[in-house]
């Protein structure tokens, strides 16, 4: 859909973002700030707050279709809508509503008005029955409040007045950037993806940290992780992702430990790793798409035997959630398509059929012993990789 003289504006509704008392300012800027982000580049003319909305002014070279794909993805917003500007003089407004009906196609309808600004002189149930009677008997149509064909929406603040009809869905959640940083653990499967676009959801802003075995390897797992950053960028607008090479410390733990624990202590290392770089980006907690159960090294034993390695809490967003449900989301927001594409990841690497389930602290330190730790660790910190996304 193009945009045309009627409908140069994008009318944004937040609702919990709305609910945050003293912070509500704090909140609501970061949409807008978020929104200027993602529409950057897409003839937007403005974004500002307006009196419980967010308003986006179109000029006529915009595509609709392109800025709802990225409005949708913005995350504190609940409905969007596609708008015109309307007069505050009933008349004039009356005219103004009838012209944009002309083109629909309905058989019943009803008016929703909102009123933020107490001055106007009529109620919103006034408007309703002035602007419901005058369309009812110049279309020819009737009023159904239960079940119209079409809703036409008329928002009245002190300066402005928006009418819209078919708003259309938001994200929800909380905006990114008011819930702190984040770091996820990001493989090239279906899980962590997931995981990471929920913390965006309530508002955290995630740094990315993917583990690769190349050269042992061949480098999909490290381009499926580019790919998807590229995917989850767009709820967030800004992303950095870490490329860790983590074969040296894969031989060292081959080489030393029982088979069996190998994929406990890959993941005891990624963790201590992913630290260094959660404290370098100032990011608060570590995220993974661990699911209950799923595999041998998602138990809770073998949980706790990875949490212990770190100070900062290790947050499982999908821990409850079953396959299906990941796979659904992850269709949902995108990532899908690229984490089913064959790869070769380091955690499959040299790991045994029947993996420990029940690992403890107390069989895995005399292992590690034989292990330089903090060599490793810093070995793999001399040596990351790092790409901005804008
Ligand atoms: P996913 O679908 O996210 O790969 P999974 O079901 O395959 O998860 P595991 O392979 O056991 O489960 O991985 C568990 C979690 O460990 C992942 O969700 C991810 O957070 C982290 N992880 C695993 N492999 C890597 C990797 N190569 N780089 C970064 N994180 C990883
Ligand atoms: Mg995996």
Request: glycine share 6%.
């Amino acid at each position: 859909m193009t945009v045309n003289n009627y409908n140069r504006y994008a009318i944004l509704r937040y609702h919990e973002a709305g609910l945050k008392g003293k912070n509500r300012s704090f909140f609501i800027n970061h949409i807008v700030r978020n929104v200027r982000r993602v529409t950057r580049n897409m003839d937007v003319d403005k974004v500002w707050a307006e009196r419980g909305l967010i308003g986006v002014q179109l000029n006529e070279n915009a595509n609709w279709d392109l800025i709802y794909d990225a409005l949708r993805k913005v995350f504190g917003i609940v409905k969007i809508s596609l708008a015109q500007r309307g007069s505050h003089n009933l008349e004039k407004l009356k005219e103004e509503i009838l012209t944009v009906t002309k083109n629909k196609d309905f058989d019943s309808f009803r008016i929703t008005t909102k009123r933020a600004d107490k001055k106007f002189p009529l109620t919103s149930q006034e408007v309703n029955t002035k602007l419901g009677k005058f369309i009812q008997e110049e279309t020819g149509t009737s009023v159904s409040l239960k079940n119209p064909d079409l809703t036409i929406y008329v928002d009245i603040l002190p300066r402005t007045l928006y009418f819209y009809s078919d708003p259309l869905p938001g994200a929800g959640g909380l905006p990114v950037g008011t819930g702190g940083e984040v770091g996820t653990l990001l493989s090239g499967g279906i899980d962590s993806p997931v995981a990471a676009q929920r913390m965006m959801k309530r508002g955290c802003r995630v740094v990315f940290i993917h583990f690769h075995a190349f050269p042992l390897v061949d480098g999909s797992s490290r381009d499926k992780a580019i790919e998807l950053v590229e995917v989850l960028n767009e709820y967030q607008g800004q992303s950095r992702l870490y490329l860790v090479p983590f074969a040296e410390v894969q031989k060292h733990i081959i080489v030393s430990a029982p088979p069996a624990y190998r994929v406990v202590l890959y993941r005891r290392f990624m963790v201590r790793i992913a630290e260094q770089i959660a404290l370098q980006e100032k990011a608060q907690a570590l995220i993974t798409g661990e699911s209950l159960g799923q595999v041998a090294s998602q138990t809770l034993e073998n949980i706790t035997v990875v949490d212990s390695v770190t100070e900062k809490p290790i947050f499982r967003p999908l821990i409850g959630m079953d396959k299906t449900e990941i796979i659904q989301q992850a269709m949902n927001i995108g990532t899908y398509p690229i984490s089913i594409l064959p790869d070769q990841d380091c955690c499959t690497l040299f790991v045994p059929k029947h993996p420990v389930t029940r690992s403890n602290e107390a069989q895995i330190k005399p292992i590690e012993a034989d292990l330089d730790v903090e060599s490793l660790v810093h070995l793999a910190m001399d040596n990351l990789e790092i790409r901005d996304y804008d």
